[in-house]
């Protein structure tokens, strides 16, 4: 029996190699995680950062402001009043994991969608609920989660259902506030942010809330 050269023994061996890369990679691509962004409003974004870090399937959450008239603006201009804007966190998640509906169903498990004027004890535009959509199909799937949430709870909620709009980052200061390490000067004295967070979330009644309107099924701490 002849033998082939070397050389097309080599050519046909990297031919191999070749296939056999290419079909990894199409089967890679055939699995690419499916991953999408959305962008909600629950009070204190401090807290919605805490809460959803924790979801499964929940690759980031970034602090920040979304739904004004103002480009750039800061926390002091916010809070103040007449930007606009809500505190928002933009959720970036993987959707074979979490869908959007689930995602949704969390977030209003998360807040208080009865109360049309801040959440818990922060007050104020800033401070209220909503979400907001990209597409139609978004939409759809919002307005079903809230209704379903009016009827888990027995009375209409109030979050609305917004038109995508610009996010802005908030200041690095806010990011990851929940697990920062970081001294600070509080009323309570020094205390590192993570340790001022929880003194802040207890005190502002977050929890009890609610665990009051949702029982077990409160995302809550």
């Known amino acids: 029996m002849s033998r082939l050269p070397i050389r097309d023994t080599l050519k046909i061996a990297m031919l191999g190699v070749a296939i056999l890369a290419g079909l990894a990679l199409q089967h890679g691509k055939a699995h690419a995680a499916d991953i999408q962004t959305t962008v909600v409003a629950g009070g204190c974004f401090w807290c919605v950062e805490a809460d959803f870090e924790q979801v499964p399937g929940v690759i980031d959450v970034v602090s920040g402001y979304a739904g004004g008239t103002v480009a750039n603006p800061t926390y002091r201009q916010v809070v103040r009043g007449g930007t606009g804007h809500l505190e928002v966190a933009q959720i970036t ?3 074979d994991r979490l869908s959007y509906a689930d995602l949704l169903h969390l977030f209003l498990r998360s807040v208080d969608p009865l109360d049309a004027g801040g959440q818990f004890c922060d007050r104020g ?3 209220s609920t909503a979400i907001f959509v990209e597409t139609a199909q978004e939409r759809a799937t919002a307005e ?5 949430a009016s009827a888990a709870l027995g009375r209409q ?4 259902v917004r038109e995508a709009a610009t ?3 908030a200041e690095a200061y806010h990011q990851d506030y929940y697990r ?3 001294l600070i000067v509080t009323r309570f004295g020094p205390r590192r942010k993570s340790v001022a967070y929880e003194l802040y979330r207890e005190a502002c009644g977050r929890d009890a809330r609610l665990r009051e309107l949702w029982g077990s099924s409160a995302l809550s701490h």
């Open 93 to 95: 998640y993987d959707a």
């Open 125 to 127: 535009h800033s401070y």
């Open 144 to 148: 079903a989660a809230l209704a379903e």
């Open 157 to 160: 909620v109030v979050t609305p």
């Open 167 to 169: 996010f802005y980052p």
């Open 180 to 182: 920062s390490s970081d």
